[in-house]
Structures are given as structure tokens and as C-alpha cells.
């Protein structure tokens, strides 16, 4: 079983600060999600990636796959970007795998983010 | 569209009643699962499924039963509810395997008194 460790657990900054959440894991994998909680509990999809960068708005995820590590980014930060922040791996090389142990996501449990003003 | 729909949004039972945690899409999606998530964990897996009339067990399954008779439809059923089953339950969908963006739905807060 992949173990998915998220750092760090409680992030506290300023309004404008730039902000980095960390995911390790454990077994290669195919692909990571990055997930967005926002306090009423609603759960959104912000990144999927399987190597490189990506960059929406604000928000920036890497993925280094031999090092078996992830971060999102959050630049200029804003008390709106308070959430619990989620990532989540699918192992293996063949994810579509019906039926087979890798198909499925491992969570972690998650960076609860408060910017305040 | 409206996109993943769970009802209801709260629920209390008692030890020993069924119920059924209505979830459907309308984005033509075949991957539908359905997850828990408790304090101080992870969310994981209870069910899955790849398309209708195709399901299979998750991480977490006992206690729970599933279906698909539809590509829209995905309901869990619990069978004779017990207090470890309080929890959050949330719906997600997707268009292909998890290599594809995941839709969630608002989730159920359940509670097993």
C-alpha cells in the first residue's frame, strides 16, 4: 500500500504570502491529484499530473517522479484559498487496471491552509 | 449541468436500520466510486464501479452494498447501519480511470447513533 504523507499538517500565513504544501509517497505511481476541501466540505479537483508543472491562476503543482515527491504552490495568497488541501497518487503504470490493487487513489490526510487578512 | 448530486445531505439512524446514499451524475461518466472520510484520515475507497452493471470493492467495503444499473446512477446501501459507520460519504465521478480530473459530489454527513 502507497503511504502518502502530506507536510505540513497545519499552515497559518499572512494575506500575500507564498505558500507551499509537500506530498511524498511511498510506491511509483501513474499520476497525483491535487484536491481542494473548502470549509463547508465541498471536495474540487485543482491539478492532475504525471510529470513536470502545471499552472492555473495562482496555483502551481510539480512533480518530481524519481523523487517521489509533489508540491502546490499558491503565490499571492488569499484568505479565500482557506482550505484543507488533498493530494492524492494512483499507482502503477496501467491505473485503468479493472479490478486490479492499483486501481484506486490513496489519499493523504490533508494541509488545512488559513490565510489571514 | 448539474454535475455529481448526493442525497440526502444529512442523516441520522439508528444502530441496525438500512439505508440507501443516493448519488447520480449527468456528465455521461462511466468511473463512479464512493468514499468515506473520517477524522484524522485519509478518504478511502468503499465501492467502485467502471461502468453500469460493473462494480467492485474497494479499501473499506464490509457493510455496504452497491449497484449500477445505470451510467447516471450509483447508490450505496447500507445494509444494518452501525456506529463505526458515522461518517462523511462523498460520490465522485470521472470520465476514464483516476488518471482522469475526479468530480465529487457535496457529500452525506451520516450519523449512527
Known amino acids: 500500500k502507497n503511504e502518502v504523507e502530506q507536510s505540513p499538517q497545519n499552515l497559518t500565513a499572512q494575506e500575500g504570502e507564498f505558500i507551499t504544501i509537500n506530498c511524498s509517497y511511498s510506491?511509483?505511481?501513474?499520476?497525483l491529484h491535487w484536491l481542494q476541501q473548502h470549509p463547508g466540505g465541498g471536495i474540487v479537483s485543482l491539478f492532475m499530473?504525471?510529470?513536470g508543472k502545471k499552472k492555473h491562476g495562482r496555483l502551481i503543482a510539480t512533480i518530481n517522479i524519481q523523487e517521489k515527491h509533489s508540491s502546490l504552490h499558491i503565490t499571492a495568497s488569499h484568505p479565500r484559498d482557506s482550505a484543507v488541501y488533498i493530494c492524492?497518487?494512483?499507482?502503477?503504470?496501467?491505473?485503468?487496471?479493472?479490478?486490479?490493487?492499483?486501481?484506486?487513489?490513496?489519499f493523504g490526510k490533508g494541509t488545512l491552509l488559513t490565510v489571514n487578512p | 449541468n448539474a454535475g455529481v448530486t448526493q442525497t440526502p445531505k444529512f442523516q441520522v439512524l439508528k444502530t441496525g436500520q438500512s439505508m440507501t446514499l443516493q448519488c447520480a451524475q449527468d456528465?455521461?461518466?462511466?468511473?463512479m466510486s464512493w468514499y468515506r472520510q473520517d477524522p484524522g484520515m485519509g478518504l478511502r475507497l468503499i465501492h467502485y464501479?467502471?461502468?453500469?452493471?460493473?462494480?467492485d470493492q474497494g479499501e473499506v467495503p464490509n457493510g455496504y452494498n452497491v449497484s449500477r444499473s445505470t451510467t447516471e446512477d450509483f447508490p450505496l446501501r447500507l445494509l444494518s447501519a452501525a456506529p463505526s459507520q458515522t461518517s462523511v460519504y462523498f460520490c465522485?465521478?470521472?470520465?476514464?480511470?483516476?488518471?482522469?480530473?475526479?468530480?465529487f459530489g457535496p457529500g452525506t454527513r451520516l450519523t449512527v447513533t
Open positions: 465522485a465521478s470521472s470520465y476514464g480511470a483516476y488518471s482522469y480530473e475526479q468530480y
Open positions: 510506491v511509483g505511481i501513474s499520476a
Open positions: 499530473l504525471s510529470s
Open positions: 492524492a497518487v494512483i499507482e502503477g503504470p496501467h491505473p485503468v487496471m479493472i479490478g486490479g490493487s492499483n486501481y484506486k487513489l490513496t
Open positions: 456528465m455521461n461518466h462511466e468511473y
Open positions: 464501479s467502471v461502468g453500469a452493471g460493473i462494480t
